[in-house]
């Protein structure tokens, strides 16, 4: 699995949680979203800076 591709399923994972949020427990999905969206941040963040993929690294992650 490429590193592109981790990034774009923790971005999935994050839009569920902003689904959950409009019925869930306030509190809760904040805290989930939040960790998602660091997560996703972070995964893009970390290939870029290691050229490990190269999509991600020309600041086209997702294309």
Do not use: P, Y
């Not at 904040?30 to 963040?45: H, M």
Request: proline letters at 0%.
């Amino acid at each position: 699995m490429k590193t592109g591709q981790r990034v774009t399923n923790a971005l999935r994972v994050t839009l569920v949680g902003q689904i959950l949020f409009k019925g869930g427990d306030h509190a809760a999905v904040v805290e989930c979203f939040a960790l998602q969206q660091g997560a996703a941040v972070t995964g893009g963040a970390m290939a870029g800076q290691l050229g490990t993929d190269s999509a991600v690294a020309r600041g086209r992650a997702g294309r």
